[in-house]
């Protein structure tokens, strides 16, 4: 007789079916995986172009429209300063500050004659979210004595002794899954209130 015994055709099924187990789970490894790095480098470049923001806004700190000294407030998870960032010659209210694990950004324009700043009309964005919880400041902050190895300023910070803004972010896109959260840094000189010329 020609032909395959049921022993035959079940030991193929057996074999198909182990192969394709084996193939499949080797597929959903590989979309998860790609998954999670690809959310991972869009965390990483969502604080790159954050710091860069930061770090440009903060060059071009600036007296506020009000006559205010540039930085309004400094602690180690936000910072608050004036710059015009629309060129539209009037200087906004930039404030960065942390939020359940989310830097948010807070722009605040000036209104009314005379000028005022009205926390009512502040507009606030997320700028980066899975910011990690460490020890070290979000920001730091040094005076012109900075010699690149001092200690920052101990909070409460005087602003007006503000020369340089250290800025610290350690994030990650998941914190329950891999891969470990990542730290950025950036230091901004604050060209428009040096001392030192």
């Given at each position: 007789m020609k032909g395959f015994s049921l022993i035959e055709i079940l030991v193929v099924i057996f074999?198909?079916?182990?192969?394709?187990?084996?193939?499949?789970?080797?597929?959903?490894?590989?979309?998860?995986l790609s998954r999670i790095i690809g959310s991972d480098l869009s965390t990483q470049q969502e604080v790159r172009v954050a710091l860069k923001q930061i770090s440009s806004e903060l060059r071009s700190t600036s007296p506020s429209s009000t006559g205010s000294y540039p930085i309004a407030e400094a602690s180690s998870t936000s910072?608050?300063?004036?710059?015009?960032?629309?060129?539209?010659?009037?200087?906004?209210?930039?404030r960065y500050f942390l939020q359940n694990s989310v830097i948010k950004k807070g722009v605040?324009?000036?209104?009314?004659?005379?000028?005022?700043?009205?926390?009512?009309?502040?507009?606030?964005?997320?700028?980066?979210?899975g910011v990690y919880a460490t020890t070290t400041p979000i920001f730091s902050y040094y005076d012109s004595s900075?010699?690149?190895?001092?200690?920052?300023?101990?909070?409460?910070v005087t602003t007006t002794a503000?020369?340089?803004?250290?800025?610290?972010?350690?994030?990650?896109?998941?914190?329950?899954k891999a891969p470990a959260p990542f730290t950025m840094t950036t230091g901004v000189t604050l060209r428009n209130i040096k001392d030192n010329l």
């Open positions: 074999i198909v079916g182990l192969v394709s187990i084996v193939i499949s789970s080797f597929f959903v490894d590989i979309f998860s910072l608050t300063f004036y710059s015009d960032t629309d060129d539209d010659g009037l200087k906004e209210r930039l605040l324009k000036p209104t009314g004659n005379p000028l005022t700043y009205n926390p009512a009309n502040e507009t606030v964005v997320d700028l980066i979210r900075y010699d690149g190895a001092s200690s920052p300023l101990s909070q409460p503000v020369r340089l803004i250290k800025i610290v972010i350690t994030a990650q896109s998941d914190p329950s």
